[in-house]
Nanobody
């Protein structure tokens, strides 16, 4: 079993920055993909960024967000700059480890105007 713990969410003013972290622990033999998704109230969960064989960003965050993985620590980070009110959502970490998909519990990001 693999556990994911996210941290780093909070309240920030528009134009500010936050850094999300996701730590994977447990019986990990391999990690192929790590990613961040988000879900705003009344909306479907959407991809923010993923990294594996290639790195992919949602168009809405390109140039503002950066995903980074630390293989030695089984961690993935999301650096979020120039935050906008529309970035407000619960952010979830997703990891494909041992050929199975795992989700974190989510961390709230609120951007005030």
């Amino acid at each position: 079993q693999v556990q994911l713990v996210e941290s780093g969410g909070g309240l920030v003013q528009a134009g500010g920055s936050l850094r999300l972290s996701c730590a994977a622990s447990g019986s990990i033999f391999s990690i192929s993909t790590l990613g961040w998704y988000r879900q705003a109230p009344g909306k479907q969960r959407e991809l923010v960024a993923t990294t594996g064989g290639s790195t992919k960003y949602a168009d809405s965050v390109k140039g503002r967000f950066t995903i980074h993985r630390d293989n030695a620590k089984n961690m993935v980070y999301l650096q979020m700059n120039s935050l906008k009110p529309e970035d407000t959502a619960v952010y979830y970490c997703k990891v494909v480890a041992n050929n199975r998909m795992y989700w974190g519990q989510g961390t709230q990001v609120t951007v005030s105007s």
